[in-house]
């Protein structure tokens, strides 16, 4: 069974429709992670200063700003007036730009990547429901992005094989059209860099998978030197761009090629908490359960995948040139994935948004597969063979997205926070949320917005306060108590657990002391006014 083009397109829109549900709703009912409120304050400055200098030893790449600034300035004037929309919007929006560039990449009978209408319908839908995308589509930091990115290479990469293998030569169209997608291909490069350093591990991974699939000797033929040139001239001039803060920085660059890679190579060695066994990613994404928590899982995404990465690896004599094609690409996935998969799991740092890159991939493959198993079902003989398979595939392909679908909303909806969700990493738990409407409550009873505060806690565990004090225009951040200056009087203090007695011997007259749970293992200690009697 095909999927007819008006089927296929109705499906697909039902699809992007589907994943907006899942993507839209609630933004603002997760507490920001610490890491998503040091990247909103970072797009803060760069929304009221208009300044943006890139940090080669922290905050990644300067994509994710730039494309904030845009949803920040169409709702906002100050960082205090942004919300969790106004950033979580740009995560969201990316997720849907990947499903059209999947849906532009094609089917083999047009040049495309997918063997079939089915393969690219059902790598949608896998991309549309999967848990983990789900979840971090919400999350505003470069995954999403990044991935949005490597999807536009591939496309492109795709285009460019395609108009190669149809070139008539002296034809100019057909060159003009060449050059374009050698651009667009430089220019998603340059942005995947600008995006996020681990963009190298793909870039190293796609390299091993084209001589893998093509060879030395056909990649020289299909990929021409002034194509190769004007992509690479692109991706740097692009990446450039970016890191020199549209060339009011040229330091960018310059820390971009220098000072990068020592600090990220440090990091992945050197930072004993994000230390994990290589199998963590593996646990996350397919078989994860914390306690007597629900069961997470998206291995069934790897029967389909592995029906591709087997069927790619087989020689078929009889087969024709447009199969051969799709077989070198799906070859090209497979050994993509694999790369990709074994350089992540080698890296001891590891955090579990890092696993989307190469989840992509699977997810392809899975869509490969089902549309193998589909394009075999086709040409058998017996029409009640062919029926009865075609049904049998298409509800276990229902199912699964139900369940992945299911399981999403529950990543999102119903347990956001909670350490019995897998995607949940070092997150701000939601008695933080009580912290925040304490010092409200206290504030609104003192100066208002300007409230004097004091926060006496050490860095890492400071995030997200300054997200959550962002309007108030008289908050002091220090990491001990100590370091606050006698001409500083604060109505409300907020010190880490351990400094809480000297806070208290300072500051703890006429104010009451409350411990909240910033997130798993840290305490803070929050002195306010003791309310006066009626």
């Excluded at 790598?123 to 490597?150: H, K």
């Excluded at 998603?188 to 996020?196: C, I, M, P, R």
């Excluded at 008695?431 to 409407?437: K, M």
Aim: aromatic fraction near 12%; include cysteine; hydrophobic fraction near 50%.
């Amino acid at each position: 069974m095909r999927l007819g083009k008006a089927w296929e397109a109705l499906l697909c829109i039902g699809v992007l429709a589907g994943a907006l549900a899942l993507r839209l709703p609630h933004l603002a009912q997760r507490p920001m992670h610490g890491d998503e409120a040091n990247q909103a304050v970072r797009t803060g400055q760069l929304l009221e200063e208009g300044v943006y200098h890139y940090d080669p030893t922290d905050h990644h790449g300067p994509s994710l700003y730039f494309a904030a600034w845009f949803f920040c300035r169409a709702t906002a004037r100050t960082f205090a007036d942004t919300t969790e929309w106004s950033y979580r919007l740009v995560p969201v929006t990316f997720s849907l730009l990947t499903l059209l560039i999947m849906f532009a990449m094609g089917v083999s009978e047009r040049q495309g990547l997918f063997v079939n209408r089915s393969a690219r319908f059902t790598a949608l839908l896998g991309m549309a429901v999967s848990p983990a995308m789900v979840y971090y589509s919400r999350f505003f930091i470069q995954e999403t992005m990044l991935v949005t990115f490597l999807a536009g290479m591939l496309l492109c990469a795709v285009r460019y094989a395609g108009l190669r293998a149809a070139e008539v030569p002296g034809e100019r169209r057909s060159g003009r059209r060449t050059l374009w997608a050698a651009a667009g291909f430089g220019a998603f490069a340059g942005l995947a860099a600008a995006t996020k350093e681990t963009a190298v591990l793909s870039f190293a991974a796609a390299a091993v998978a084209t001589v893998a699939a093509c060879g030395i000797g056909r990649l020289r033929r299909v990929w021409r030197t002034r194509d190769a040139v004007l992509a690479a001239g692109v991706a740097i001039g692009v990446a450039a761009l970016l890191f020199s803060s549209f060339f009011t920085y040229p330091r960018g660059i310059v820390d971009a090629l220098f000072s990068t890679a020592q600090a990220y190579l440090k990091r992945a060695t050197a930072v004993p908490e994000h230390q994990h066994p290589w199998n963590f990613y593996l646990k996350i994404l397919f078989w994860f359960r914390y306690g007597r928590g629900p069961l997470w899982s998206e291995a069934a995404l790897l029967v389909p995948a592995l029906i591709a990465t087997v069927t790619a690896f087989l020689r078929f004599p009889d087969a024709s040139e447009e199969e051969t094609r799709v077989l070198r690409w799906t070859r090209f996935l497979a050994v993509y994935t694999l790369v990709l998969t074994a350089l992540y799991s080698a890296i001891p740092y590891k955090t579990p948004w890092c696993a989307l890159s190469f989840l992509h991939g699977v997810i392809l493959l899975a869509g490969m597969g089902v549309g193998q198993a589909v394009a075999w079902l086709a040409r058998q003989n017996i029409r009640g063979v062919r029926l009865a398979g075609t049904v049998v595939v298409w509800a276990l392909v229902a199912f699964v997205a139900a369940r992945h679908a299911a399981q999403a909303y529950r990543a999102c909806f119903r347990l956001p926070a909670d350490p019995r969700n897998p995607y949940v990493y070092a997150h701000t738990g939601t008695d933080a949320l009580n912290l925040v409407a304490a010092i409200e409550e206290a504030a609104r009873a003192a100066q208002g917005t300007d409230t004097p505060i004091a926060v006496a806690v050490p860095v890492p565990d400071t995030w997200p306060l300054p997200w959550y004090l962002r309007a108030y225009t008289r908050v002091g951040y220090w990491t001990r108590i100590e370091q606050i200056p006698e001409s500083f009087h604060p109505v409300v203090v907020i010190a880490a657990a351990d400094q809480g007695d000297v806070a208290d011997a300072r500051f703890g007259t006429g104010r009451r002391a409350s411990f909240y749970g910033i997130r798993p293992g840290v305490l803070l200690n929050l002195f306010v006014p003791v309310p006066s009697a009626p």
